[in-house]
Every structure is written in C-alpha cells, then in structure tokens.
C-alpha cells in the first residue's frame, strides 16, 4: 500500500499510536475512501511494518459491507504468489468494533499516478510489467478466484520497479459473476471492465475477464494514456463488442492485445499462463531503459480524468457487486469478536470511551431511500455498500426495466448515480421477492446467511452457514426457478451461534440453461406452522401462507436471501 501525501484526509481518524488488539499499532493513515480507511501500522512485538484497512465505524454493523471485507480476506489467503499482497490477519478490534485486514504494506506508487506523472513506458518494462501481473493473476485463478477490478489504481510499483509490481484490492473478487449492472454511474467509472462484466457474451464472469481488462491496462502502460472505453451505458457497451483501435501500438504488442482485447472471451488467450508465455521479440538495440525501470520524464498528456466509485477504490473497504463468497466458510479466519461489554477505550485515548461517531447524513438518507422506494411486485433492493457520494445496491426482480427506474430517480433524488447489480428471477420465483420486500424494515434483525458458490454445477454440493440469528427459530427455504419450495431445514447442522449445511444440487431431468435459484434464511420468534417441513410447495400459495399464520399468532418474522445459479 502507499500513501498519497496529496490525499484528503479529513474524516475523524485513529491516532498514531493507537493499538489495535494489542497486536499492531498505528502509525499514520495513508488514504481515505467511501467505505473505509487506510492506515500503515507496525507489527508492536517486531516493529514490521503492514498496511491496516479499517471499516469505517457507520459500517461496522453493516452486514453486507463485513462481508464483503471478509471476502477480500478470504481471497488473500488463498493466494501466494509475490506478486499479489500479502495477506495477514483478518479480525475485529474489540475496543473499536470495527473490522480491519491486516497485509504486507508495499512502499510505492500505483501504476496510474506513474503514467501520469511519466507518461509510457518503455517495451522492456511493459513486458517486465505483463510478465509479473500475469503469473500473479494465473495464480489467484488456479484458486478459482477472479479479481475483477484490474486496473492501474489497483497495481502497486516498489521503487519505480515494475519487475516489483504488486496485485492490490480483491475487495470484489469472487468466483463468477451474473446479472445486470445498471447506471451511468458504471458505465463512466469502470474504463477497464469486460463486455462480459457488462452482461455481453453470456455475461459470465470467468478468469479471462482479467486477461480482458489486463490487455487495456497493458495499453495504457504502452501509450501513457488509456483507451477511452466510457460514455454512456449504450456507449460503453458498443465500444467491447468490437477490438479498440491499436494502431499506436508497439508492433511487438500488438498482436498479444489484439488477441487479449477480442469482445469474445472465447477467442482470448486460455489463461494468463499463456499471456506469460507468449513471445514479444527483443527490444530494439541502442535502448537504455532497463527491463524494470521507470523513466523519470513528464507525462505525454494529461491523463482521462476518471469518476470512480469510491466503493471500488483502493482505499475502500468494501468493494464489489454483492455479498458473495469465494470458499469463505472453509477458510481458517482469525476473527476475534466485539466485547459484550460496553466498549473500553483503544490504547492512547482516555478512560470512559471516545464519543459515538454520528452517522453520515448522506448515508442515511441514501439508505432511507433504498428502504422506502416501491419498484413494484417483483421487485427488491439490498444497499450492499453506501458511502457519502457512493452507492453499491444489489437487485432482485424479474425485469430489468425497474431497475433502470430507480436508477434515475435516485440521481434526482440523491445528486450521483448509484452501481445496481440485477440477479433476474424467473416470474414463478416472484412471490418469493414479494415476501422479502413485505419483512424489510420490520423490527426483527435479520439473519445472516453465507453461501460459497454463486454457481453450482449439478450434482455439486452447495455449503453454508445461517448465524446471527439469536434465540429465534431457522428455517431454510429452497426457491427453485419453477417457483417449487422446498423447506431445506433438516440439512442444517446443529450449532451454538450458527447452523451450517452442505445441499446436494439436482437439475430437473430434461431442464434446458442454467436455473436461476433462492436460497432464504427465514427466523421466527418461535415456529410458524406454514414453515414446516412438507411436500414441496408452490412459491405462489406458500409465501402468502406464511405471512398469513404468522400475522394470525402474531409471530415476527425476518429473511435473508441469496441467489445462485444451477448449471448443467
């Protein structure tokens, strides 16, 4: 991580010398972003030094934000490989109650700021810089993991060492992605995104939509500039379905990006092994440039300026389209829990507490809105992560058409456009979306549910855990795309704080595609007849029931959902 002495930094922030579970201690903060704050710390026993992302505290009890952290920790640790960062510790600071990731801090500047301040770079150290990212890249994908966000923010340089460079923020990094994303607001922030990230192709998600998004960082690092693939949504999307122009590149580039840049993810590389691999030619004779080194000259021209979600930056938190999980569950996480106790005061800061951090005002009012706005029967929204001028919601419905609704009047209404994630429902499925908007904003918290595949092959295990659910009573609710309920509770495994379970996942015999699928956590303050276990049901006549005997005996009722598709 590095910091940006040119950086913002106005928020109420920890003091050097705070200690964060008696474990590190902090230094100085070193960036700032809509979700949550960056600080270097040393290690206190050694006085290593690390990077520390820390939640903001109007986050801390965001379900879906904690998630999301816990995403990119779960997506470190599975990496080793010295090009990406290294990962340490995830855990809560029980003085605090906030969350934060602990990993190797990297002194250096990112790739972006180093193009804009010296414009290209030369062949040697392009290929120096392709080589490195790549086997970086090939290594998270060996583990089923996609970053999703590369991009020059997202590339540290040690030293003006490209040889060096270093992989940062898998925030957003999960195993596939699907659904609509709507809004302006993406279609002008992510210049570096994949047609099949904007829905082209299939939109599935797989490991050569980095190979993708590498190819146009690649350009960049050749050009000095990047390649203007923005606008409009319609523009955005126009612009991958054909191979950007290259004519000023280096010709012993040019046919590895061409191949890269293809809108087709079938007709890209296999793998970034194979983009490692692949032969440039020698540099021509006479230049000076070493393989790694950065030229110390002024930028060609002013770089694009870019409006970027601060959901996605660096410097967030939290990132990325959803609370989805890549082997999450079976990943062994240091998480140390809040106090039950009235929180004590961090090392350096006097006896009885600091004073509680207000909300955002913004926050809150984006979240009010999310919460109060009626989009109709098929139709329900999840603020996944909302900072002071960001927002990341999640969507489910049977059309897109709503969606795009909300999106402008939100921009009227709150002054940005927000990044909407749509997961399409089948019609038959609707009843079930009807139901979590009916329980939203009700007086019982909701449970938490984990899931660790967004795609699940038949005749694959599906794995999980249902906690935070208190005292009240589980069950777990199977919504197939045909609209058939099934009540999956017998396969969660008893727990003190949490239940888990392990799904066998059948396809219907002759069923064509891939199955859009709910699985819901529904708590109860004590059981609700309509829930039991029984013959499947239809989605139609079980979920009106369900609302129907739990008004009548006057239970209360919450629910968590997550969707998944069933493959072939």
């Known amino acids: ?24 201690e902090i230094d100085q903060p070193i960036g700032l972003g809509g979700m949550g704050e960056i600080y270097k710390g040393h290690l206190v026993e050694t006085g290593d030094p690390v990077a520390i992302k820390m939640m903001l505290p109007e986050l801390a009890e965001n379900e879906a934000a904690f998630t999301l952290f816990r995403k990119e920790a779960s997506a470190l640790h599975h990496i080793q490989n010295d090009a990406v960062v290294r990962y340490y510790v995830f855990t809560v600071e029980p003085v605090l109650r906030r969350p934060y990731l602990a990993m190797e801090f990297v002194d250096g500047r990112t790739l972006s700021n180093i ?26 994908h060996q583990h089923g993991i996609i970053h999703r966000d590369v991009s020059p923010d997202n590339i540290i340089i040690p030293n003006s060492d490209v040889a060096r460079a270093k992989i940062i923020d898998f925030g957003i990094a999960r195993s596939n992605q699907h659904g609509t994303v709507i809004g302006s607001g993406f279609a002008g922030k992510f210049n570096y995104v994949s047609p099949e990230q904007l829905g082209l192709f299939g939109g599935d998600v797989t490991a050569k939509s980095d190979i993708y998004s590498l190819g146009l960082v690649l350009v960049q690092a050749l050009t000095g500039q990047p390649i203007d693939m923005g606008g409009s949504h319609v523009e955005v999307i126009e612009k991958r379905r054909r191979v950007p122009e290259l004519g000023a590149i280096d010709m012993r580039f040019r046919p590895l990006l061409e191949k890269m840049l293809q809108p087709d993810p079938a007709n890209r590389p296999d793998s970034m092994a194979a983009v490692a691999a692949w032969s440039l030619g020698s540099t021509a004779s006479g230049r ?69 951090q207000p909300r955002s005002t913004a926050a809150d009012k984006i979240r009010s809105f999310v919460e109060h706005y009626n989009g109709g029967n098929c139709f329900f929204l999840t603020p996944v992560a909302i900072g002071e001028h960001s927002a990341l919601i999640e969507g489910l419905g049977s059309s897109d058409k709503p969606f795009t609704t909300f999106d402008t009047e939100f921009q009227h209404a709150i002054g940005f456009d927000p990044d909407i994630r749509v997961l399409q429902v089948t019609d038959r499925q609707c009843p079930a979306i009807a139901f979590l908007a009916r329980l939203r904003g009700g007086d019982a918290r909701a449970p938490h549910l984990d899931i660790d595949q967004e795609n699940v092959r038949n005749g694959d295990v599906l794995n999980g855990m249902v906690d935070r659910y208190g005292t009240r009573d589980v069950d777990l609710i199977l919504v197939s795309d045909t609209g058939a309920v099934q009540n999956l509770s017998s396969q969660l495994k008893p727990g003190t704080d949490a239940k888990s379970f392990n799904i066998p996942m059948r396809r219907a015999e002759g069923a064509a595609g891939r199955q859009p699928q709910l699985l819901i956590a529904v708590t109860s303050s004590s ?26 005996s006057s239970k209360s009722l919450s629910a968590v959902a997550r969707y998944f598709m069933l493959e072939k």
């Open 527 to 552: 059981p609700v007849d309509a829930l039991r276990p029984g013959q499947p049901a239809e989605a139609e006549q079980f979920f009106p029931r369900v609302l129907t005997d739990a008004a009548r």
């Open 288 to 356: 000076s440039a070493g393989a790694g080194s950065v030229p110390n000259r002024k930028g060609r021209a002013a770089r694009i300026l870019r409006r970027i979600a601060a959901t996605l930056l660096l410097l967030a938190l939290a990132a990325g389209g959803g609370a989805y999980y890549f082997d999450a569950l079976q990943t062994p996480i240091a998480l140390v829990p809040p106090s039950p106790n009235k929180p004590q005061t961090a090392t350096g800061e006097k006896p009885g507490g600091p004073a509680p």
């Open 115 to 140: 193009l804009h301040d010296n414009g290209a770079l030369p062949f040697e150290a392009v290929r120096s810089l392709m080589q490195r990212l790549a086997s970086g890249l090939q290594s998270a």
């Open 1 to 24: 991580m590095t910091w940006d002495p040119q950086s913002d930094f106005t928020r109420p922030r920890l003091s050097p010398g705070t200690r964060l579970n008696g474990i590190y």
